[in-house]
């Protein structure tokens, strides 16, 4: 017999509501799996749905719930997620690309009007890839360089890449943060790992136990890797050259002070769409 995805739309999302997902996230994971196993739009997954799946696919659905009771991210389960105009295939090396991280994004275009000009870009910490890629979608003339200290992520950062044809302007390192890069770009951005380490364990168990601890550990306070970074970049910013920050809510402050210390100038931040400041972008002088 074959079963109706309005069917199994309603038990799934039951199913996870018990293992403790919210309901309207619960609804939203469940359309996206079904959604996959069908091959159409999650438009069309709702209770009411009509369509049929193939014992095949209902075993692969099954399988896919388990695996989503457990808490892992539906974005990890599918092994793809978009951010900006992309899609993105993931690994376990890399971080979930997020909506909020969207707001750099906007920052860095707001700045370049002449979306024509041939930018030089640098994304530390590129994970997917997802930051240089955006940008690179938007920019065609610019080109840039991704870096990452697992090798896993800079290998899915170099595939989406070349799956999403821009092969040939991004380029991507495995290093640790600017050690052994000589260059000076016209923008550096990064979203680095922010979370205080005491703070991890405590977390949704989506992201505890599923996301890399690499890119969420930002030392004890959070801050390590912009207090790494703020008294170096200014090496590698060409004359006028702009950094963007990702930052942690109630982090703004303390990076905008590193980068202050750093000699840096123009100091902004910006909220995201939920409100929380989620930038600190500033420029060389
Ligand atoms: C918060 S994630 C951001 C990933 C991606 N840019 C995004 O916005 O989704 C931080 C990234 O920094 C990388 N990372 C952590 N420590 C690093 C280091 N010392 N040098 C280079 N990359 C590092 C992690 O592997 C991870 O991919």
Redesign the pocket.
């Given at each position: 017999m074959t079963a109706r995805a309005g069917d199994l739309f309603r038990r799934a999302v039951g199913q996870l509501a018990a293992a403790g997902i919210d309901l309207r996230d619960a609804a939203q994971d469940v359309r996206h799996l079904l959604a996959e196993c069908l091959e159409v739009s999650p438009s069309r997954i709702h209770g009411d749905a009509a369509l049929a799946l193939s014992p095949e696919r209902e075993a692969r659905f099954a399988a896919w719930l388990e695996r989503r009771r457990a808490r892992e991210p539906v974005q990890r389960i599918l092994g793809n997620w978009e951010?900006w105009t992309l899609e993105l295939d993931l690994n376990a090396?890399?971080?979930?690309?997020?909506p909020d991280?969207e707001t750099l994004v906007r920052a860095v275009l707001a700045d370049c009007p002449d979306r024509a000009r041939p930018l030089r870009l640098l994304?530390?910490?590129?994970?997917?890839g997802?930051?240089l890629l955006a940008l690179l979608a938007e920019l065609p003339e610019a080109k840039g360089l991704g870096?990452?200290?697992?090798p896993g992520?800079i290998a899915a950062a170099r595939h989406n890449a070349q799956r999403l044809g821009m092969g040939n302007r991004a380029e991507f390192r495995t290093?640790?943060?600017l050690e052994g890069i000589a260059d000076r770009f016209d923008a550096i951005v990064?979203?680095?790992?922010?979370i205080p380490t005491a703070e991890i364990d405590d977390l949704a168990p989506e992201v505890s136990r599923f996301e890399?601890r690499?890119?969420?550990d930002g030392g004890p306070d959070g801050l390590a890797?912009y207090r790494h970074l703020a008294p170096r970049i200014g090496d590698h910013l060409l004359p006028g050259g702009r950094v963007y920050f990702?930052v942690g809510q109630g982090q703004a402050r303390p990076v905008a002070d590193l980068l202050r210390d750093a000699f840096f100038v123009n100091i902004q931040t910006e909220r995201d769409l939920g409100g929380i400041e989620r930038l600190v972008r500033a420029e060389k002088d």
């Open positions: 951010f090396d890399t971080l979930v690309p997020r991280s994304d530390l910490g590129t994970g997917s997802c930051l870096i990452d200290k697992a992520a290093a640790d943060w990064s979203n680095p790992p922010y890399p690499l890119a969420l890797p990702e």
